[in-house]
């Protein structure tokens, strides 16, 4: 089969990531202005890619970040395998290493191989992956989407990526990201190739 090329995208800004509030899988918020000057950007850097399909989470900041190409008439399809990890009681709610002991302390847990303990009241990281298995195996099996699109969230992104990589999900953590990063990557039928690691050269403008 040719090479399948993906461009894996974390959604744009929301207010509450300017707060450093969580958000997770119950929170549905919407981008901020920022967030929708990241996506437009993005749109004028990729908007001539000939992409085959959009891929988003069921939540509005994914798909909001990709609405332009989804305007173009692309067609998109939305999962709620790629929503954001469930953070349970932490939802909605400003951490910090001083306020919330515990968060850091369980994202150490994970850096150590427990990643089948759950966030109270949420998921853990292996429950993320499950769900993400039958989209990965639904993109594996369109060999006709040759370029594809998919926009979801900061952790799950980083479960997503070990998925596609084999890499253990302790080490998820390794693979960054920033609002409307890209990660692009080449799936040659038998293993994913990263191609583009956390690249944010398309919002080099909204830096200045």
Excluded at 122 to 147: C, D, F, M, N
Aim: charged letters at 25%.
């Amino acid at each position: 089969m040719s090479i399948k090329k993906i461009y894996l995208i974390r959604h744009g800004e929301t207010d509450f990531n300017l707060q450093g509030i969580v958000q997770g899988s119950g929170v549905n918020s919407s981008l901020n202005a920022t967030g929708r000057k990241q996506a437009a950007h993005f749109f004028d850097k990729y908007k001539d890619i000939r992409f085959d399909k959009v891929y988003t989470s069921v939540l509005q900041r994914s798909i909001q970040s990709v609405q332009g190409f989804i305007d173009l008439g692309i067609p998109h399809e939305q999962y709620e395998g790629l929503n954001e990890i469930c953070w349970g009681t932490r939802e909605g709610t400003l951490i910090t290493p001083e306020e919330d002991a515990y968060y850091y302390d369980l994202l150490s847990r994970w850096t150590a191989g427990g990643t089948s303990e759950c966030i109270e009241g949420g998921e853990s990281p292996e429950l993320v992956a499950a769900r993400q298995l039958p989209v990965i195996e639904l993109l594996k099996s369109r060999p006709e989407e040759e370029t594809v699109l998919i926009c979801m969230h900061g952790r799950a992104m980083r479960i997503l990526l070990c998925n596609l990589l084999n890499y253990p999900l302790s080490c998820m953590d390794q693979f960054e990201h920033q609002n409307l990063c890209l990660y692009e990557l080449d799936y040659t039928g038998s293993m994913f190739a990263v191609k583009k690691y956390c690249d944010v050269a398309h919002l080099e403008e909204l830096a200045k």
